[in-house]
């Protein structure tokens, strides 16, 4: 079958169209994909779910943690018709892709959040190869455990490799003790029954701190997450049960790396083994060998090992914290490390994002840059009031852009946590000529610039991928005029 044929007749969208947020957009896809239409079903679903001893009732993609993997091929045309089982509205964000605007999944903003018992047809073209993941875009429902990879292999995949490892990484807040995320983000605000209420009524914050412009990979601490969350998870598992992946000695593995925790970074090391950073946020960089990541809420690595003989812990250790979560790589004989396994490679080489390169095919043409806006990241844990500029998020909050704009975006961080900004639909480039990503660590005291080209037209969120400090209205939207 033709499939450029197919995709347009599964596609009942027309070329024009207008998203609840108000934004007329031009669908600029139908002329990209060739591949053919990949049809799913997903269901976001309560279900227990077994953590090590423990089973816990809380909010899954049809009943597992983590959700099902999604693999397409760049070019092919994406079709989940999903249906919603929760007893709450919720949508799907496939985080990181550059779609059109109206499938990204952002209640109010580009459609109309699902209720319960209703379903919605997600239809899109995927672009670029590379590790992603789908998740709800509605208060913190995905710290609940909605959430699964979505990868997207290239047709003409240049690297070499025996085998792949997805690895998804998870801080676990629901069901362990009673406690849910939505009871955290509350008492965080201080028993308050919402960050809105509770920023009306705090007072405006005094002046900002001393800018401190310094260089990105010079580790100025701060805080990297609210709470030391005693169970993390990789691949749904806790470290006393953890994944086992097999290979054989000498295999060159590609690990993906996804952080889907709501409020926790990650250091992570395979235990004997240097890493060869292949790709971030799915894009490629110049290859560099590191011993550990450091990977921010919604962050993703690529990375390439060359197993050795043994059992080796792959361990996530939560920044800052003492908790971590653990799975092993097996090729041979030999115990097992035990569940508090921490390899010395986390204390090794740590090689950062702005350390990173841009891949060639992955780089922004050079140019001027025609519109800045300037971001002020700001609040405090006492207050719990996360904002932009001061201004905690409304959803007719627009910084504005025009389509065919070279932007550039100024993070500054004046608060004392740790910020993993992300945008929406517009991969940007870290200053200058540095790694192509989707979401940027910008932590307490610094500056972060990145560079973008305005070609997607829409309206986009822009926010903390911490899901506690965007819900408390670390959140805006770029929008095109
Ligand atoms: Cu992972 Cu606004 O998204
Ligand atoms: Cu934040």
């Not at 995709?7 to 600029?28: C, E, F, L, M």
């Not at 809380?58 to 919603?84: H, K, Q």
């Not at 629901?174 to 009871?183: E, H, L, M, N, R």
Request: glycine share 12%; net charge negative; with cysteine.
């Amino acid at each position: 079958a033709d499939g450029k044929g197919a995709a347009a007749a599964a596609d009942g969208v027309p070329p024009g169209y207008v998203t609840p947020g108000g934004s007329r957009v031009r669908d600029t896809e139908r002329r990209r994909g060739n591949g053919p239409v990949r049809q799913m079903s997903l269901l976001a679903t309560p279900a227990p779910v077994r953590l090590g001893a423990r089973t816990v009732n809380t909010w899954t993609y049809e009943g597992a943690l983590t959700g099902p993997e999604i693999r397409v091929s760049a070019g092919d045309m994406l079709a989940v018709d999903f249906a919603n089982d929760l007893p709450h509205a919720t949508t799907v964000h496939w985080h990181g892709l550059t779609l059109r605007n109206d499938m990204d999944g952002v209640p109010g903003i580009t459609q109309d959040a699902v209720a319960p018992g209703e379903s919605f047809a997600y239809r899109f073209m995927t672009q670029r190869p590379g590790t992603y993941y789908y998740h709800p875009h509605v208060g913190v429902q995905q710290d609940r455990g909605l959430y699964g990879p979505l990868i997207i292999e290239d047709p003409r995949e240049p690297l070499a490799y025996d085998r792949e490892w997805v690895v998804v990484l998870d801080d676990w807040v629901d069901g362990v003790d009673g406690s849910d995320p939505d009871a955290i983000l509350k008492e965080l605000n201080h028993g308050m029954s919402s960050g809105h209420e509770m920023r009306a009524a705090a007072p405006e914050p005094k002046g900002p701190p001393r800018m401190l412009e310094r260089s990105h990979s010079d580790l100025l601490g701060g805080e990297a997450g609210n709470v030391d969350y005693p169970l993390h998870l990789i691949n749904g598992r806790t470290a006393d049960d953890p994944e086992t992946f097999a290979a054989a000695p000498g295999d060159r593995i590609r690990i993906r790396i996804i952080n889907a925790g709501g409020d926790t970074a990650y250091r992570v090391a395979l235990g004997g083994h240097t890493m060869t950073i292949t790709h971030t946020d799915g894009h490629p960089v110049e290859h560099a060998d590191t011993d550990t990541l450091l990977i921010g809420m919604s962050e993703r690595y690529d990375v390439l090992v060359t197993a050795k003989d043994g059992v080796f812990p792959l361990t996530a250790l939560a920044e800052g914290k003492k908790h971590l979560a653990q799975a092993l790589l097996r090729t041979g004989g030999g115990a097992a490390p035990g569940p508090g396994a921490r390899p010395r490679e986390l204390d090794g080489k740590l090689v950062t994002a702005f350390d990173l390169d841009c891949g060639e095919s992955a780089r922004l043409p050079d140019r001027e840059v025609d519109r800045r806006h300037q971001l002020v990241l700001t609040g405090s844990m006492r207050r719990f009031d996360w904002a932009i500029n001061r201004k905690p998020y409304t959803s007719s909050q627009r910084y504005p852009v025009r389509e065919g704009e070279r932007v550039e975006l100024v993070f500054r961080n004046h608060s004392p946590m740790w910020h993993p900004m992300h945008l929406h639909g517009h991969p940007f480039e870290l200053t200058y000529g540095g790694a192509r990503k989707d979401t940027v660590i910008v932590r307490p005291g610094h500056t972060v610039r990145v560079h973008l080209d305005a070609d997607n037209p829409g309206l986009w969120m822009l926010h903390c991928h911490n899901v506690y400090h965007s819900e408390s209205g670390m959140m805006t939207v770029l929008g095109y005029r």
